[in-house]
């Protein structure tokens, strides 16, 4: 943890006032944390899930796999991962954040690797757009779905196998589709078997929010030249103190329960906000497994319940300018997770321009101390207002804390759904919309669902 701080000064009374909480309500609640901590690690228990084994990966696994995606790396242009969900969010917030902020921007020699596209969406303009940006002959399609039956995911790939054959051939068509799924099940394992496509596969005990120490995300990840060794170290330092039977040297427990007791007293909406471009996608990382984790309407007992936590995303210090107004003067229906980077990859001067007069407080400055003082000028402002708030401390951005920092929101998710006593892993609203999406493609078997979604009948006076 020594890479990795969680500072929870302003979530205590004796910083914000009546909305934080005092060392003897929390030691009071030692024994749920006791019990959320073993729901969540005990193997032999329905808590447990396969994700807390993937940092442990054998080397000789993960030697073969960087071996083959060093050499696609050596062969790529472009390096265009087909997935929505988990299984673009784990790749693209750790390429934003270990990559040049400008990756694809720049030349081949410099980059080093491909140019990455994170496709998660099924605009048509955007896929028009990714094919003016690509050339075919010099690019590579992991094609990502757990489930092997996601609609989005199978639609690009349908498309783009489709102009790769008609452009390259079959036999080479095939050679640039990289599959990720699960052995076995699901239509898109059926067609990579038949196609002769690479696969890599998912253990059926990883959800798609918690993948991205799986091949989901170790494939696209070591093509891109990223150290996923180092990144699983970090992850497994993590995991060790997310593992502490003592509640005050787990972080990731210790958090879950502040926000879940937040959420007991009307604070329903959680910010995550990144004090670091790159760790922007972070943000959205988190939004997703904090979100479909969370938001349950029964609990583990039948109960309805309707719980969660809003997940919402800002960026310091672009968002100080749009939503810290509301955050410190609005209704008290939030905690503010900040994350803040103690060294920066890069050091910027601010000029120090005799001949510019005025501005002498910013001279000879450096955006590092002036992003981290907005940083910490914003959790003043909050703590003033009496608005609880986390502070998360990455010694620097490197593989390791960042392998650490997915650990970390992970088991923290797995505590809260814990102490909710819910399903932290189940989707059924998720299930409901893809059901329905199904039944509007007219795909066989969801003729019911049609029927039912034809009763659900709109009226003409409500449309303006």
């Known amino acids: 943890m020594s890479n990795i701080k969680l500072d929870y000064n302003n979530m205590m009374q004796e910083a914000i006032g009546k909305h934080g909480f005092t060392k003897e309500q929390i030691a009071k609640e ?24 993937l940092p442990y990966q054998k080397d000789k696994d993960l ?21 929505i969900g988990g299984s673009a969010l784990g790749p693209l917030s750790v390429l934003n954040a270990l990559l040049h902020l400008r990756h694809n921007e720049l030349p081949k020699k410099q980059r080093n690797a491909p140019r990455y596209y994170v496709e998660d969406n099924i605009d ?18 992991n094609v990502i779905t757990k489930s092997g039956e ?22 080479t068509a095939k050679e640039r589709i990289i599959v990720t799924t699960t052995i076995g099940k699901g239509r898109l394992f059926e067609i990579a ?12 005990g990883v959800g798609g929010r918690f993948s991205v120490f799986s091949s989901v995300g170790l494939v696209p990840l070591a093509v891109c030249g990223v150290d996923i060794k180092a990144m699983l ?3 497994t330092n993590m995991a060790t103190s997310c593992m502490e039977s003592e509640y005050s040297k787990n972080p990731a427990l210790l958090s879950a329960f502040l926000q879940v007791k937040s959420m007991e007293n009307g604070k329903n909406i959680s910010i995550m906000m990144p004090y670091a471009d790159s760790l922007k996608f972070m943000a959205d990382f988190y939004g997703q ?33 749009s939503q810290i107004q509301l955050y410190v003067e609005g209704p008290f229906d939030k905690v503010v997770t900040f994350i803040a980077v103690d060294k920066f990859r890069k050091t910027e001067m601010i000029a120090d321009d005799s001949t510019i007069t005025g501005c002498c407080f910013l001279k000879g400055q450096t955006l590092n101390d002036l992003l981290n003082f907005e940083r910490v000028a914003t959790e003043f402002a909050l703590r003033k207002a009496g608005r609880p708030n986390f502070t998360i401390i990455l010694s620097e951005v490197n593989a390791d804390t960042v392998g650490g920092l997915l650990m970390y ?11 909710l006593n819910i399903d932290t892993y189940n989707q059924l609203g998720v299930e409901e919309g893809k059901k329905a999406t199904f039944a509007l493609l007219g795909r066989k078997g969801y003729e019911e669902k049609m029927t039912e979604i034809k009763s659900a009948k709109k009226s003409d006076d409500y449309v303006i």
């Not at 030692?30 to 084994?53: C, H, P």
């Not at 639609?155 to 790769?164: G, H, K, N, V």
Request: hydrophobic share 40%; aromatic share 10%.
């Open 124 to 141: 048509p303009e955007r896929m028009s757009a990714l094919l003016d940006c690509i050339d075919l002959k010099t690019s590579y399609f």
């Open 63 to 83: 030697d073969d796999l960087i071996t083959y995606c060093n050499g696609v790396r050596e062969k790529a242009d472009s390096f265009v991962i087909l997935g």
């Open 289 to 321: 497994l904090w979100g479909e984790s969370l938001g349950k309407a029964v609990n583990n007992n039948g109960k309805e319940v309707f719980v969660g936590q809003t997940p919402a995303k800002a960026l310091g210090v672009t968002d100080q300018h």
């Open 193 to 204: 078997s038949a196609e002769g496509f690479k696969i890599f596969g998912v253990g059926e």
């Open 409 to 419: 929101f992970m088991y923290q998710t797995a505590f809260a759904g814990a102490l």
């Open 30 to 53: 030692k024994n749920s944390m006791a019990k959320a901590l073993e729901t969540v690690l005990n193997s032999r228990g329905k808590g447990w899930q396969e994700w807390t084994e």
């Open 150 to 171: 996601t609609s989005e995911t199978l639609a690009q790939f349908l498309i783009l196998y489709d102009l790769l054959k008609k452009k390259l051939g079959v036999k």
């Open 233 to 235: 170290k970090g992850a």
